[in-house]
């Protein structure tokens, strides 16, 4: 079982800047990717950005330029750096990490970008 905590988030002014932070804990797993995605109340839930076990990092479109995830594999982390940040990043943001086939996630983290 892999528990996945995350910190960050909060309210940020359109334009500014907000890092959330994600650790995986448990026994005796490897991640093979970990990532962020985000769910808005009455949608499906989309992928953000996600980076696998490599290194290698793939972002959506409306993220591009915008987001960076870079990760501690050493130590089980993520980040979700995200800048210039738009009224509509607005919601809820999860972390998921990926072993073997099971997907795990994190409580979510609330990010609202308003003036």
């Known amino acids: 079982q892999v528990q996945l905590v995350e910190s960050g988030g909060g309210l940020v002014q359109p334009g500014g800047s907000l890092k959330l932070s994600c650790t995986a804990s448990?026994?005796?797993?490897?991640?093979?990717?970990m990532g962020w995605s985000r769910q808005t109340a009455g949608k499906e839930r989309e992928l953000v950005a996600a980076?696998?076990?490599?290194?290698?990092?793939n972002y959506e479109d409306f993220v591009k330029g915008r987001f960076t995830i870079p990760r501690d594999a050493a130590k089980n982390t993520v980040t979700l750096q995200m800048n210039s940040l738009r009224a509509e990043d607005t919601t809820v943001y999860y972390c998921?990490?990926?072993?073997?086939?099971?997907?795990?996630w994190g409580e979510g983290t609330q990010v609202t970008v308003s003036s």
């Open positions: 448990g026994s005796s797993f490897t991640i093979d990717a």
């Open positions: 980076v696998l076990k490599g290194g290698t990092a």
């Open positions: 998921k990490a990926l072993v073997g086939h099971t997907a795990c």
